[in-house]
């Protein structure tokens, strides 16, 4: 499988991540394949607009049953806003993957 060199968020994100306030995405399996270290370039789902660059962390398996407060102030929402943006976007979905990154640089 090739290493992503990209990650896309939504825009409604973009300030969150900017700003630092969010340190993690959440992912289903399609997206569990960033690599330690590497760097990626992230743009919006919407427009395709590039806005920063990331280091990845870690990429870490975790089920929707196991998400946390702890999860939740490191996406910049509330458990339960967390569980429903989460539900949202991956309906039904129980394995997902915690992608940890910190903030290289604005785009």
């Known amino acids: 499988m090739t ?5 896309t968020f939504f825009e409604r994100f973009e300030t969150d991540i900017l700003s630092g306030k969010k340190t ?4 289903d399996e399609s997206e569990n394949n960033y690599v330690l270290g590497s760097t990626v370039t992230v743009s919006t789902l919407e427009g395709g607009r590039e ?6 962390l870690s990429v870490e398996p975790m089920l929707f049953t196991e998400l946390s ?3 939740a102030e490191q996406e910049n929402m ?11 976007i991956y309906p ?5 993957y915690v992608v940890s990154y910190k903030l290289v640089g604005a785009a």
């Open 78 to 88: 509330t458990l339960a806003v967390l569980k429903a943006v989460i539900q949202d």
């Open 69 to 71: 407060n702890f999860h």
């Open 92 to 96: 039904g979905i129980e394995q997902l």
């Open 51 to 56: 806005f920063c660059r990331l280091t990845i």
């Open 3 to 7: 290493q992503p060199t990209t990650m």
């Open 24 to 27: 993690i995405t959440i992912r």
